[in-house]
C-alpha cells in the first residue's frame, strides 16, 4: 500500500488518495496521488490550512521553480480567490501509475513549477465581496457572515460586510504635517459614516472575515488590508479571455471546459484573465 505523506503527524489515519499533476521545471511531468487533507500556509495573516479539495492549483510567486521562490507559493481556490504565502514544509511523496503499479517517488519540490489538482470552477455569478492585502492576497469572503465595526463621534456602527455598499480608507490632513487615515463607509441604505477602523478580532486590531472557500476563516491585521471593493461579476458565466493570455495547450478552456481541456486538471488562466480586468 502506497503511503504518501504531506503535513501528516506519525500515527495518523490514513486518508484517501488525491489525484495530482506536478510540472518540473525541465519539462517532466508527475501524474499520480498523494494521502493528505491539506496546505499548510504560512501567511501575513498566519498560519491557515487550506483543503486541498478546495484548491485548483498552486505556483511559485516569482514564477519559475518553487526554490528560487523560497516556497512563496500563489494558492488558487476553485472560486478565484487567491492566497499568498510560504508552503510550509512541502515535502510531497507521489504515487506514480506505471505497468499496473504504485510507484513512490519523492517530489523535487525545488524543481517544482505548477501543482495542479481535479476540479471545475466554483466562481461567485453576482455580487462579490473582493478583499485584497498588501502581502498580494486577493480573495472573496462570505458577506453574511462576515461584520465590520467603524467607531466615531455618533457612536459605533457594526452592520455585516452585505449592507455596505462600499468601505474605503481615506487621509485626513490633520495639523503641520500629521495625517490622519479614516475609512468612508456608505451602506445600501444611503447611509454614508466616516470613521475609524475597528477590530472585530480578540486583539482589537484585525478583522474575522468568513470566507465561502478554503479556510473558514482568516484575521487580517487592518493595517494590511489594501482593498474592500463590492464588485458584480454577473458577466463571468460568458467571459473567455482573449487567446494571447492563453497557453496553447489551453485554447479551448471555458469554466468546466478548462478542466476537461486538461485531462481533468484545473488551469486558472480563465480566472486570472477576468480578475485582472476588475
Not at 516556497?71 to 478565484?80: C, D, E, I, K, T
Request: charged letters at 20%.
Amino acid at each position: 500500500m502506497l503511503i504518501a505523506v504531506l503535513l501528516i503527524a506519525c500515527g495518523q489515519e490514513p486518508l484517501s488518495d488525491t489525484p495530482v499533476r506536478a510540472t518540473l521545471d525541465d519539462g517532466q511531468v508527475l501524474m499520480g496521488a498523494v494521502q493528505t487533507e491539506t496546505l499548510q500556509l504560512i501567511t501575513g495573516m498566519g498560519t491557515v490550512d487550506v483543503p486541498l479539495v478546495d484548491i485548483g492549483e498552486v505556483q511559485p510567486v516569482e514564477g519559475g521553480a518553487l526554490g528560487g521562490s523560497g516556497n512563496h507559493v500563489s494558492v488558487w481556490l476553485r472560486n478565484g480567490s487567491e492566497l499568498r504565502g510560504e508552503w510550509a514544509a512541502p515535502a510531497l511523496r507521489m504515487g506514480l501509475q506505471i505497468a499496473n503499479e504504485s510507484v513512490a517517488v519523492d517530489l523535487p519540490t525545488e524543481s517544482l513549477e505548477r501543482f495542479q489538482l481535479q476540479g471545475g470552477e466554483m466562481m461567485p455569478v453576482g455580487e462579490v465581496y473582493r478583499i485584497r492585502t498588501i502581502y498580494g492576497d486577493d480573495f472573496v469572503v462570505d458577506p453574511d457572515e462576515t461584520w465590520v465595526e467603524l467607531d466615531n463621534d455618533l457612536g459605533t456602527f457594526g452592520p455585516a460586510l452585505s449592507e455596505i455598499a462600499s468601505l474605503e480608507p481615506v487621509m485626513l490632513a490633520g495639523e503641520g504635517s500629521d495625517t490622519e487615515e479614516l475609512w468612508r463607509m456608505s451602506l445600501d441604505t444611503g447611509t454614508v459614516l466616516l470613521g475609524a477602523l475597528q477590530g472585530t478580532a480578540d486583539d482589537g486590531a484585525s478583522l474575522e472575515l468568513a470566507l465561502p472557500l478554503g479556510p473558514e476563516q482568516l484575521t487580517i491585521p487592518i493595517a494590511d488590508i489594501a482593498g474592500i471593493e463590492r464588485q458584480n461579476w454577473v458577466g463571468y458565466d460568458s467571459y473567455a479571455p482573449s487567446m494571447s493570455k492563453m497557453d496553447a495547450d489551453d485554447d479551448t478552456a471555458m469554466g468546466e471546459q478548462a478542466a476537461e481541456a486538461a485531462g481533468g486538471w484545473f488551469d486558472n488562466s480563465r480566472q486570472s484573465s477576468f480578475k485582472k480586468r476588475h
